[in-house]
């Protein structure tokens, strides 16, 4: 079957291989539903007519039809069965990888996904990958119950705490002819994105933002060129900077290390637990407003001084260093030397409690 690259009145572009045989099915299922639905409610309709009450008529039992009650208890049977056969047949295609898939590491946590690369590279909220190639996602959850759903690629799987998961897809050309295949190498050239979202609620967090609840869980996938895919891991990245419409973004116009901290609170999921606002709502962590240079309350009943040592042994090992009135629930979360020191730098700039 072709897949049809632009969303049609139902649902979304078909831009896996996946996505014709999945909405055949549903476009079956759905008509088998409405005849069905259009026959009862009839059926109905024209009875209550029928057998309406009228004065003098007398009700009296209508018997029954053996051939007909057999019918309509088999061949919704026969359906049935057609819709399972074919529904398996799809969801064994979709559990096993091919051998030449290419593995990529998704870890999700509140409320942010973290995804790895063969190589290394690690991306926060977003992950490219080849067009054209198989994929296959292997994923943990850090806290709760997460759910990897990208509806343009018609996948869809749970991430349970303590256990591994995993789904498959590959990614179709959606305009194919677009960029030629000889066109200059371009590791920021992007065919096309397609939107993940969390399917399996997750909590709520203080704040409407991105990444402060279930409901901004947002990653991006984006579909390059095999070719453009393989210069981007080898491309350095630099860090986020903060944009004029208020987002954040990689850009050529490097930015300081407390704005690029700025960026990285929000996206490695750090609004979860801590506040950066003053006069915020206390949240699962201890607020980071004023913290620097204090004194702090350690579970183990020492006191020891907010400073970088501390932050930066906070986020490489956090449950070495838990603070007094709140749990070790902090998950280890990969960082860059870079990005550990924007973090750290952003902390610094949140201010000291003399200030």
Known sequence: MENQTEPSLQLPAQLSTFAPEVDWLYHFIFWVSVVFFVGIVGSTLYFMVKYRRRPGVKSEPTGHHNTLELFWTFSPLIILFMMFFWGWQGFLQMAEAPDDAMIVRVRARQWAWTFEHPNGAIEDNEVHVPVDRPVRLVMSSADVLHSFYVPDFRVKR??????????????????????????????????????????????????????????????LVHVQRDQDYQAFLRAPRPLPCPQENGTCAVSETECSPEAAGSCLFGSKGCTACHQNQAGGPQLAGPTFVGLWGTQQQLTSGESVEVNEDFVRQSIMDPRSQVAQGYSPVMPQIQLTEPETNALIAYVRSLGTATE
């Open 158 to 219: 749970d991430l349970v705490p303590g256990m591994f998961t995993s789904l498959w897809f590959q990614a179709v050309q959606r305009d194919p002819g677009s960029v030629p295949d000889d066109a200059e190498v371009d590791p920021n050239r992007v065919l096309y994105t397609s939107q993940v979202y969390c399917a399996e609620y997750c909590g709520a967090g203080g704040a409407w933002g991105p990444n402060m609840g279930h409901a901004t869980m947002y990653a």
